[in-house]
């Protein structure tokens, strides 16, 4: 394989989360020419806002920030260009595909989304007007501002049960509501479940947030009888999941009613030229290493259409 002098990129990828990242890391490796796309300044996706990383193989604990932060370097210094912009579209150019962002337009030959979801809201009144005054979907960023108090984590999931588990370290009490069962993994729900200062609140669902100056309290809501029921806290991390990121793919891109891509086994989507991986993906299984697996693979399916 050779490297090729030409207007446009051989890969795009789309997403500077993990599974981004090292996807753009093993096709600069490869030798093709790689554009990655991302729409914040915090690459590593949300995996970056946890202190301890779960579900990957390290001898010693790995914060998430440093992991994002040192497979950022690796790609860059494998001469990959970065840009810091919003997708608009993929359209088709003759046989490229041109990724439209609202910096600029990039030509490639294929492009691979990794662009993950972004956060989904508790949907209840006034919720944007409470961020930063107890409201924060980030352990990381914010759990040292809630040392000494009381907080509520909302979710079933992965991330739920890891930021319960973080903040039961450094506040008074973790509640966490759980609206159905709990889906994380058994070695998170275990570390979990051992700490004494964390207690669940089962079938229920964040109806308000409450307060004056600042969150005072939450009311929730039953889900089976509907009852309300207010709870005491300072802090509300709501951890329940994630709209995929997917309305800027072109129309023959199939995708599920929740809006995740449809991909066969080598990650290739309806759309010729355009792959797709990570948390965007239908079937993703969620876990961290999976993320990197897809990305190595979905660069070795690429690899022979640019193979001279």
């Not at 914040?40 to 604990?61: E, H, M, N, W, Y």
């Not at 907080?151 to 992965?158: A, F, N, P, R």
């Not at 506040?171 to 509501?177: I, K, P, T």
Request: proline share 3%.
């Amino acid at each position: 394989m050779t490297m090729r002098k030409r207007q446009a990129h051989d890969v795009a990828v789309i997403g500077g989360g993990i599974a981004g990242l090292t996807a753009a890391w093993h096709a600069a490796q490869t030798g093709m020419s790689v554009v990655l796309v991302e729409a914040s300044p915090l690459f590593g996706g949300q995996v970056a806002t946890l202190d301890r990383v779960d579900g990957f193989p390290s001898i010693a604990p790995v914060s998430g920030h440093g992991l994002a932060a040192s497979l950022l370097e690796a790609t860059v210094q494998s001469g990959v260009t970065l840009v810091e912009a919003d997708v608009i579209a993929i359209e088709q150019e003759g046989a490229l595909r041109r990724v439209a962002t609202v910096a600029g337009a990039h030509r490639c030959r294929a492009v691979v989304v990794a662009s993950g979801c972004r956060r989904r809201l508790l949907n209840v009144p006034h919720e944007a007007s409470w961020a930063g005054r107890g409201l924060s979907h980030c352990v990381a960023c914010d759990g040292g501002f809630y040392r000494g108090r009381d907080v509520l984590v909302v979710g079933g999931g992965d991330a739920a049960f890891q930021a319960a588990a973080a903040l039961a370290d450094i506040c008074r009490e973790v509640a966490v509501v759980v609206r159905g069962n709990a889906r994380a993994r058994r070695a998170l729900v275990d570390r979990a479940t051992g700490k004494a200062n964390l207690r669940f609140i089962w079938g229920m669902e964040v109806d308000a947030l409450l307060g004056d100056d600042g969150l005072s309290g939450v009311r929730l809501r039953d889900c089976s009888s509907g009852r309300l029921e207010e709870v005491a806290c300072r802090g509300v991390f709501p951890l329940i999941g994630g709209i995929p990121n997917s309305a800027f793919l072109p129309m023959d891109v199939a995708r599920t009613d929740t809006g995740h891509v449809c991909a066969d086994d080598g990650f290739a989507t309806t759309s010729p030229g355009i792959w797709a991986i990570g948390a965007v993906r239908d079937g993703y299984c969620g876990e961290l290493a999976a993320a990197a697996g897809e990305a190595a693979a979905v660069i070795k399916a690429i690899a022979p259409r640019f193979r001279d």
